[in-house]
């Protein structure tokens, strides 16, 4: 494995252009396309391995909630023509061989130095430079750098009283050891039912002796129909991967194969919809559901409708009423949190091993020496599962003490929630570039995508600097107004600030509640960075150095979109 080289990096810097933070598939794909513009890039990541996401969670059941055919990597027709998926969704260990394999193919691994968490990035205005500080002791600088940190990459547990006194084992969905863990015969609680507690609950209850389940809000939680990977559905779509790709970028989610609706739901008789939804719950997955009517994220009527199928749902699957009852999500409109897949979730709930107990009712007070503490009870556990979540799209970012020696600093600029233009730069921060950040339709999108539309527009951004002499590229003040501005309006047409999510940061205490992703859609947003590419990244200031584009100087305070 390739780690360092130079043990303080000095032999690293000499050559060094471009910074990148993080190996997920962010961090891999920049380190990809900055070579491709003849750039030396180097990577950091904090994890012992390559992969992200997939590298991290580890927990028993993780798969991803996009099929595997479309989420994964376009940039080499070779490459998804020769791999072959075993399943419907890809499980966390063939997502991570796959990102491995990428690594290999791309020899990409000798650009990144593993074990070694990024701690500052400050900007030197005079020189044009930004230099970093690592846990490891480097400290090195290149003219750019990215920050491909990941939106959900800084797990988050409560801070309940007591855990250091807790006698058992405790975990976290997002830092799960990777030899695994071994529940048979324990006396087991999991706290938290988002994505990664539905995951893991059905595999953790049948190995505990008695799994306890703290559920705070009840979600909505579809069926994958997980199987594996028929052979003539891949060669099908192996054939037509091109236009498939392309046309991906003409959808909402960045997902194609889902023929958009033309109907409202409210346009529809009850046993229509009844009819329409039955046929998408059978087929499995959460875009096709959400894409059975035109309103469902738009109107609250139309998407009571669908709540209440996913509701009946339940309440025919949990055989003990109460229970069912309790599982039943009515605080948000469905699809404004992440719509979850699951297989066997609902199910659980009829063993004999399994509780699920109202923690909004009678929240978690304190962890004590041998389980927790409720308002209402206490209850004793050999290990406890949280599946908290993440200090979601903003927390890694602003884990790095980032600053320039103009004054800014991203805490005090995001102190009221994230400012940014497009999600890919900030105004006060040049050279700084983020991969899906905040205020783009990253988390609400076939990520892979998002991920190489981002990196593409960063690539283009460096290519038009190289092509005419710029060193120095920043987002214009007025530009980043007018995106916050626009994001948040395009946020509120929705039903999608109605709903407490990590989206918001409710799952944060502390954390500013503003609407974080931008929810136009990946076709919008697509059309945005491409219109404003086309002018010469209108919005962006450059300096002077290439005197040749004029646009690019003058451009720089014109709002967008
Ligand atoms: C459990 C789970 C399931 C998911 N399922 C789906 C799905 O079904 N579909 C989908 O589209 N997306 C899904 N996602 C989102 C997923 O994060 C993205 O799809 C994708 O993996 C993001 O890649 P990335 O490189 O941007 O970020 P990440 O994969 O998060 O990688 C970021 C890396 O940066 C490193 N890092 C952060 N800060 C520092 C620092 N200061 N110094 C050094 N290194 C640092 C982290 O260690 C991490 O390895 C899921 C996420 C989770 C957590």
């Known amino acids: 494995m390739t780690t360092t080289s130079g043990t303080n990096g000095t032999h690293l810097q000499d050559q060094l252009d471009v910074i990148v933070v993080g190996g997920g598939l962010g961090g891999l794909y920049t380190l990809y396309r900055m070579r491709q513009l003849g750039l030396k890039a180097h990577a950091f990541e904090a994890g012992s391995g390559l992969g992200g996401t997939w590298f991290w969670n580890r927990y028993p059941g993780c798969r991803c909630d996009i ?14 023509q020769e791999w072959h998926w075993a399943d419907r969704y890809g499980t966390q260990s063939q997502i991570l061989e796959y990102i491995e394999h990428v690594a290999d193919r ?17 900007y030197d205005s005079a020189a044009n430079r ?46 799960w050891p990777h030899e695994g863990v071994d529940f048979t015969g324990k006396r087991v609680a999991v706290i938290g039912t988002g994505s990664s507690g539905v995951q893991s609950i059905p595999h953790i209850a049948e190995q505990a002796k008695h799994l306890h389940v703290f559920q705070r809000t009840a979600n909505y939680i579809l069926p994958a129909r997980n199987t594996p990977l028929d052979p003539e ?38 046993e ?27 109107n609250q009527e139309a998407n009571d409708t669908a709540a209440e199928f996913v509701r009946q749902r339940i309440r025919e699957t949990v ?4 229970t069912a009852e309790l599982l039943c999500p009515y605080d948000h409109p469905i699809g404004t949190k992440r719509l979850i897949l699951d297989t066997n979730y609902y199910e659980t709930f009829n063993r004999d091993n399994v509780t699920l107990v109202d923690a909004r009712k009678a929240p978690i007070q304190s962890i004590t020496q041998t389980g927790l503490r409720t308002t209402e009870a206490e209850y004793e556990f050999d290990a406890i599962v949280f599946a908290t979540g993440f200090d979601a799209m903003t927390g890694a970012l602003r884990e790095i003490d980032i600053r320039s020696d103009t004054g800014a600093d991203i805490a005090t600029k995001w102190v009221d929630g994230p400012h940014t233009y497009l999600g890919v730069m900030m105004a006060g921060f040049p050279n700084l570039f983020m991969v899906t950040g905040p205020q783009s339709p990253g988390v609400k ?23 005419y002499g710029h060193t120095r590229i920043e987002a214009g003040q007025a530009a980043e107004d007018h995106w916050v501005e626009y994001n948040n309006q395009v946020a509120d047409a929705t039903l999608y600030p ?15 509640r503003v609407f974080m992703p931008y929810v136009g859609g990946v076709h919008t947003f697509n059309q945005i960075c491409n219109d404003i590419a086309a002018k010469g990244y209108e919005g962006f200031s450059f300096d002077s150095a290439g005197a040749a584009d004029g646009r690019a100087t003058t451009a720089a305070a014109a709002g967008t979109a």
């Open 233 to 270: 559905r891949e060669r099908q779509h192996k054939a037509t991967y091109r236009e498939r790709r392309a046309a991906a970028y003409e959808t909402p989610f960045g997902i194609a194969g889902h023929p958009a609706p033309t109907k409202g739901a409210l346009d529809a008789t009850p």
């Open 319 to 322: 055989k003990d009423p109460a």
């Open 67 to 80: 099929e595997s055919l479309e989420y994964s990597y376009s940039f080499d027709p070779e490459l998804e």
């Open 445 to 467: 999108s076939q990520m892979i995508l998002s991920i190489e539309q981002h990196v593409n527009f960063i690539s283009g951004c460096l290519a038009h600097m190289q092509q």
């Open 498 to 512: 109605k709903a407490n999510s990590w989206y918001l940061g409710s799952n944060i205490p502390g954390k500013p």
């Open 106 to 122: 791309l020899d990409l691994r000798k650009d990144v130095t593993l074990n070694t968490r990024v701690l500052s990035a400050h």
């Open 130 to 175: 930004w230099t970093i500080t690592t846990d490891q002791g480097h400290t090195i600088s290149a003219r750019f750098i990215v920050m491909a940190t990941g939106n959900l990459s800084t797990p988050r547990v409560p801070e309940f009283p007591g855990l250091d006194g807790f006698k058992g084992d405790w975990y976290h969905t997002g830092l």
């Open 272 to 298: 229509e919809r009844e009819a329409a939804y039955a046929s998408k719950w059978a087929q499995g997955g959460s875009i096709s559901f959400l894409f059975s009517y035109t309103d469902l994220l738009l």
